[in-house]
């Protein structure tokens, strides 16, 4: 089966600038997860969504934010970039369970840098 | 609040060396808990997992882990390591909640001498 596929590999901003992150689950996966993967930082949850609805959210600024799509796409929008948010952006899917109970799958990550 | 802790940030072993990853969790109540690895150039992946029943977890190339829960605490081990198995490793734990989120540790990054 096809895997957690994520667009674009590379995004080159600026500060003040927008980004839009793009992520595809596996078929038949409800459930979408974002990570920031900083420097040093290792992994932090950013955002979860499944059917369409934000079920939980990380300690970041609202400035982060997202959607899914009707066909379990999701999107991961960071608006007035700022330096410190370069870092691999990790997408991950699993079907749908609102217990958590589902292991995640993780797609390569778009890598994101702010001059 | 959830946390996880892994206190080895790089490990360096030598090939057929016996590994033992420590990952130490704090949550208030029953959890899921995870190992996951990245290896160089690629995604993470799932090396095991534990949900309830034996707390000795096996996972794929010979990967294990124990949960002992009165030290919550879930290390991974392994008894021959191989140059293969050079990778960053992700210990994370969700607690059983609708509401809970899966939390990583910091990662160790695993590097074996040939």
């Known amino acids: 089966e096809a895997g957690v596929t994520q667009s674009p590999t590379h995004l080159i901003k600026t500060r003040g600038q927008q980004a839009t992150l793009r992520c595809s689950p596996i078929?038949?996966?409800?459930?979408v997860y974002w990570y920031q993967q900083a420097l040093g930082l290792g992994l932090q949850f950013l955002l979860w969504?499944?059917?369409?609805?934000?079920?939980n959210r990380g300690n970041f600024p609202p400035r982060f934010s997202g959607r899914q799509f009707p066909n379990y796409s999701s999107e991961l929008n960071v608006n007035a970039l700022e330096l410190e948010d370069s870092a691999l952006y990790l997408c991950a899917s699993s079907p749908g369970d609102l217990g958590g109970w589902q292991p995640q799958h993780f797609g390569d990550g778009t890598r994101l840098s702010i001059l | 609040a959830q946390s996880v802790s892994q206190h080895n940030h790089h490990v360096i072993l030598s090939e057929a060396a016996s590994l033992e990853l420590g990952c130490n969790y704090s949550?208030?109540?029953?959890?899921?808990l995870f190992w996951y690895v990245q290896y160089p150039g690629q995604h993470l992946q799932l090396l095991l997992k534990y949900f309830s029943g034996d707390p000795l977890v096996k996972g794929i190339k010979g990967f294990e882990a124990e949960f002992i829960k009165s030290k919550f605490s879930f290390n991974l081990r392994k008894p021959s390591v191989q140059w293969s198995d050079t990778a960053e490793y992700f210990c994370a734990v969700n607690g059983y909640s609708s509401a809970s989120k899966i939390i990583f540790g910091s990662g160790t990054r695993l590097s074996i001498r040939p």
């Open positions: 969504y499944d059917e369409g609805e934000e079920r």
């Open positions: 949550y208030g109540g029953t959890v899921n």
């Open positions: 078929s038949g996966h409800t459930s």
